[in-house]
Structures are given as C-alpha cells and as structure tokens.
C-alpha cells in the first residue's frame, strides 16, 4: 500500500509545472480514490474540473503511469462544501439524486441522463461576476429584476436575443442562480430548446408525457436557451405553447434566449412569435472595448493570474466581437506560457492573436474542418478517421481535432465521435500534442496558421 498516492503524484507534478499555475490550479485537490483503474480527483468546482480536464490531464496521468506505471481513469468530482454556488436543481420526483447528495460522497460531475432530466446550472455562470456595460445593460437589469420577482414583472417572459458568445447562457443561468441562492423561485428549470424537445419526443416515444408536463409546468421559472434550435414540427409548438401558457397563467416565470430577434425566428407559428412579444424583448449587443477590456480583468481574476494592463489592452483591441473568443485567447495565452514557461508578456500575447484562428466559430463544420485538413496533408479522408498509425496520418487527424476545437468549440466527445469514434480524452490527446508542437515549433505555426486561413476563407 502506498501511503497517500495522490500527494506523492503532487509534489511531482508541482516541479513540472509554473508554481503560480500549481497553486492555482493543484493546490487545493485531493483525491477521493487513486487505484490502478481509477482515480477520482476532488475539486472546488466545475470550473476547475473544465480546466483540469482541458489543460492538465496529459500531466495527471503522465504522471501517475511514471510514478505507479498505472493508467487510471481519470474522473473529476466536485467537493462537497456548504458553498454557495454548487447549485444543481432538485425536482420532487429525483429523490435518489436528492439521497446523492445528502450523502458524504462528493458530487459525480456529469450525470447520466435520464429522460427528462433537468440541466444543472454551471456555477461559472452568475450575476456577480458578469461585467455590465452599454451593449448589455438593459439585458442586464431586467435580468436582475426578474429573478428578484419571478413572474410578478411587466417583464414576462424576458426574451433575450443576440449573436453567439455575447453571454446569453451565461445570464440565463445567472437568473437561475440567483433564484435559487435568494429563495425567489424553487422550481428552477433550465434547459435548451433542443433539450426540451428531446424531452417531449421521448415521452411520446414512450406513450407518457406525464413526467415531463410535471417537470416542464410546474417550473416557478423557466430557462429556455437557444429558442432558435427547436424541432420545427407542429406537435412541438403545440406543446411549447401549452407549456408557455401553464407557467404564464400561473404567474410564473418564462425567460428565452434567441440568436435573434422574436419576429426573424424563421419556421415559428405566429402566436408563439406574438406570444414572445408579450414582455420585453432586449438585445444583447457587442462590446465596446472598455467594456471588453474589463471583462478580461475579471476572467484574469477568476483564473488567478495576473495579466498586465497592456496585454488586456492587446487582446481587447484584437477580438471585438465574441466574447468566448475573447475568453479563448486569453486561455491559449495562459496555456502557452505555461508550457513554455514564459511570462505573460506583450510579446507573447501579440504572438497569440497572430495565429489565433480567425473565424465564425458556428459557422464551420468539423466535416468541413476534416476535408480541409485531409486535402492540405494530402492524405485520403477515410485515413484520417480510421485507425492507420502512420505518422503522416497521425498529424493529419491531430491538427484536425485540434482545429475542429478551437475552431467550433464543439465538445470533445463529438469531436471524437466525427473521428472515427474515438473518445473524448484521444482528442485531449491530440490538442495537448498540436499545443506542445505550436510551442516548440514556430514553421508548425506558420502552417497551421495557413490551413487555418483556408478553413475559414
Ligand atoms: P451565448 O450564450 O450568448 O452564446 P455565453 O453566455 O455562452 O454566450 O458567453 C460566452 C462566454 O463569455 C461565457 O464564458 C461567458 O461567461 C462569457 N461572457 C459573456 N458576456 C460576459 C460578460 N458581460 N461578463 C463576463 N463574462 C461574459
Ligand atoms: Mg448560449
């Protein structure tokens, strides 16, 4: 028996890494079980488990397999503490959920997905860290006052409308939060459209709809993000204004999220339109550059690291128009200099944007990415997705799953699956792989970068 593992795996891991990134990001795990199959690393947060996953799991268990010649599956749980955002929503029929977490175990991070199973709340995503400016602050408010008194505003439903990446999700999710720290709703219900839909259609494929009407309408405040997603057939709007009329009627809380105004949803019955019209519709525009300038200092605050005024000047005048891809130069900078052990610096920030991928992310198909990336290394796409281990091949299908995450910011589970099924921690494998040759390898920069530009021409 080794007497603490876990702490052994640290005190390697701490000389590997940026002291500042291990007291961030290592300092406060500890490990719930670290055997040869498993090992279950407890975290403060899901924020931290997105990291850890995203950034250091080539490091957790290269480790691991050095010290104990173990390959261990790799699983995130959130500590269980009385902090006050580790909401998950509760509804009267999830008892054994409820029985979970009463229990001492911490929390499993991902559930498995029952039908009708409710969206836990991402506790990233909260009033108090989302910074207000001209392009979002009507948004903002009405925000606000709508959780402090569901259903009893002028302002019902609250329709949210604007492009991708300007924080939609991240106020819905905000509304539900506060709801639920502040006791003003006690039903929560998030969901996305398409969720919702899914939810309806599986309870018609199973003749009983009943669970999901009793999930869905008896919501004291009801999420709905990315309307525009929806399943376009009748029997689906019928039941979204069947849906929408219960909680209304009831004096209870409807707020949706939209790519664009209610009157351009396109394949929308007209009452649902009118019916979206009936409280306040408010954009949620672009934002100016103080305004992203700020939302830097506070994301730089949340990841516990110190970014100088002018690189938050540099990275600010170079994305103007998404804040998730304001967001994901920021994490490439840090991920950059941490691996090559470099200060965050106007230099290296400069060198980021220059072979940031410039895109529309929604815009780009991985089946597009991986036909692009197929024809620059020349090598037949069925090559690329199957299981051929040449090494020409293999840099072929890495810099395309590498791509097809910067580039889409799909999840890593589909991207896997679009690569010849693969799972979810190949394609962390990959990214790590195209980051450590980006690093080292400046001509590799130069053509990724050029692929890049003929992905997104
Ligand atoms: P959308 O749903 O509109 O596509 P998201 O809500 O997912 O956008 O926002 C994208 C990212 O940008 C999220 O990580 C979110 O936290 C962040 N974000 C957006 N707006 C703000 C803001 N005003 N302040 C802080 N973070 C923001
Ligand atoms: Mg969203």
Known sequence: MIKDPWNQCLRKIKKKIQPQSFETWFAQTSAKTLTRQEVIIEVPNSFFADWLEEHYTWLIQGTIEEEFSWKPRLIFAIKKTDKSHQVRIDFPRQTEQQQV?????????????????????NPRYRFDNFVVGESNEVSFSAAQAVAEAPGQTAFNPLVLY?????????????????????????????????KFFSDYLAGVERRDTSEFHKLYRNADILLVDDIQFYVKTEACQREFIHTFNTIYQNDKQIVISSDRPPALLE???????????????????????????????????????????????????????????????????????????????????????????????????????????????????????????????????HVGMYLSKSLTGAPLKTIGIQFGNRDHSTVIHACRTVEKKLAGDPGFGDLLTRLENEITR
Not at 101 to 121: C, G, T, V, W
Not at 308 to 334: D, F, T, Y
Not at 338 to 346: G, S
């Open 101 to 121: 977490e009463e229990s001492d175990s911490p929390k499993p991070r991902k559930e498995i997905s029952a039908s009708s199973s409710p969206i836990s709340l």
């Open 162 to 194: 604007g492009d991708v990446g300007l924080g939609k999700t991240h106020i819905l999710q905000a509304i539900g939060d506060f709801c639920l720290q502040n006791r003003t709703a006690q039903n929560v219900v998030y969901a996305t459209a398409e």
């Open 267 to 397: 394949g929308f019955e007209d009452r649902l339109i009118s019916r979206f019209q009936w409280g306040l519709e408010t954009e949620i525009a672009a934002p100016d550059l103080e305004t992203r300038k700020a939302i830097l200092r506070q994301k730089a605050e949340e990841l516990a690291v110190a970014l100088p005024e002018q690189v938050v000047g540099i990275l600010a005048e170079e994305i103007e128009s998404n804040i998730r891809e304001l967001e994901g130069v920021l994490k490439r900078l840090l991920a950059v200099s941490n691996i090559k052990n470099r200060p965050i610096t106007v230099e290296l920030a400069q060198t980021i944007c220059q072979t940031r991928p410039r895109s529309k992310p929604a815009q780009l198909s991985i089946e597009r990415i991986k036909k692009a990336t197929a024809a620059f290394f020349q090598v037949p796409i069925d090559k690329i997705v199957g299981a051929t281990r040449k090494q020409e091949i293999t840099i072929a299908r």
